[in-house]
Nanobody, 122 residues
């Protein structure tokens, strides 16, 4: 069982930055694919970024490529999502997810955090 807790969300102006953290307990995250998804009001949950197990290789959604950076700190059993040059359309609840198998699809992930709200004002 993996327990995930996101933090770092908040309110920021367009062009600003936020760093989200996803801390895990119960298992070491090194063995898992770790992903970030987001869901805006009235929209489906969408893929943001994912890092492969035993790797630093990350895939990004086109909408965030070049602005967001996903990383993991194995010593702290934590993954991070650094979000720069934020836009109002980045406003959403951001979720951290984990699974043994890498995917960009939400259904593939077994473990989820409760989410953290990020709001970008124009």
């Amino acid at each position: 069982q993996v327990h995930l807790v996101e933090s770092g969300g908040g309110l920021v102006q367009a062009g600003g930055s936020l760093r989200l953290s996803c801390a895990a307990s119960g298992r070491t995250l090194t063995n898992y694919a770790m992903a970030w998804f987001r869901q805006a009001p009235g929209k489906d949950r969408e893929f943001v970024a994912a890092i492969r197990p035993y790797s630093v290789t990350t895939t990004y959604a086109d909408s965030v490529k070049g602005r967001f950076t996903n990383s993991r700190d194995n010593a702290k059993n934590t993954v991070y999502l650094q979000m720069n040059s934020l836009k109002p359309e980045d406003t959403a609840v951001y979720y951290c997810a984990a699974d043994f198998t890498y995917s960009t699809t939400a259904k593939a992930y077994m473990y989820w955090g409760l989410g953290t709200q990020d709001t970008v004002s124009s």
